[in-house]
């Protein structure tokens, strides 16, 4: 099946993923291309192409979300610079990491294993915390945690206040970034279901401004990732259309 070729039914079948998909990432802040890239895979595609087109569709889906977000004044604009900044470089760092997988042959694999852990591990996390909620509605902000506890002690300069009371190193805050960047550029996801807990338990931001800021970042990162790896033909445009039909 090449980039530009798609039966009917799948057409049909993406259109329908998309809608699915469209409606969890404007609730979640969650792009869904952990299914894009996986879904690529399982279809005999290589991982640079899995990844490239999990990247194309994040950067149309939170396009489309990155407007209604700011609207309801929703996004950061000050820390979505900085994760701007870290994402960028992080998807750089994890791009260059993946071909260098692809060389020897190893792609495939690390990447479908990576994807399994990781999502196993943010779920747990997820299911362990929705039994003690930490907010009680979403203009409220996250109560402090012990990960913000441990986060305020690295006091290198320049600092970043919240409303909340803490301080940031923002050195801490672009090596946040840069992590889940390189994650981003080695799986092709727009790394919100990493994100969005960062934001809200690590700098105890409000759940809809963890949510719209990270959209916001979202945006201009995966713009540069879908470009580099346009570059080398790794967008599967067949399946992404359809899909981003349907999301829109």
């Known amino acids: 099946m090449g980039l530009f070729e798609l039966s009917i039914p799948l057409i049909v079948?993406?259109?329908m993923f998309g809608l699915t998909v469209g409606i969890l990432f404007g609730f979640f802040g969650m792009g869904g291309s952990f299914f894009?890239?996986?879904s690529l895979l399982v279809l005999g595609h290589s991982a640079p192409t899995a990844v490239g087109t999990g990247l194309a569709f994040v950067f149309w889906t939170s396009l489309t979300a990155t407007v209604t977000h700011r609207d309801l004044d929703h996004i950061d604009y000050r820390i979505g610079l900085l994760l701007i900044a870290g994402m960028t470089t992080g998807?750089?760092?994890?791009?260059?990491?993946l071909l260098l997988l692809v060389d020897i042959g190893l792609a495939d694999i690390v990447v479908s294993v990576l994807y399994v852990v990781l999502l196993a591990a943010v779920g747990v996390f997820v299911?362990?915390?929705?039994?003690?909620?930490?907010i009680e509605n979403?203009?409220?902000v996250v109560n402090q945690s012990t990960v913000t506890s441990y986060l305020e002690q690295v006091s290198i300069p320049p600092m970043l206040s919240f409303d909340t009371g803490v301080?940031?190193?923002?050195w801490i805050i672009l090596l946040i970034a840069v992590v889940i960047g390189s994650i981003s550029g080695f799986l092709g996801v727009g790394g919100g279901f990493l994100m969005v807990p960062a934001l809200m338990y690590g700098l105890t931001m409000p759940g809809a401004v963890a949510v719209g800021t990270d959209i916001f970042q979202i945006t201009i990162?995966?713009?540069?990732?879908?470009f580099v790896y346009g570059q080398r033909g790794s967008i599967h445009f067949a399946m992404l259309l359809p899909l981003l039909a349907g999301s829109t």
């Open 91 to 97: 998807i750089e760092i994890g791009r260059r990491v």
């Open 138 to 140: 979403e203009s409220t």
């Open 221 to 226: 990162s995966s713009a540069y990732g879908s």
């Open 127 to 134: 299911i362990q915390d929705g039994r003690q909620p930490a």
């Open 167 to 170: 301080k940031i190193s923002v």
């Open 36 to 38: 894009v890239t996986p």
């Open 13 to 15: 079948l993406f259109v």
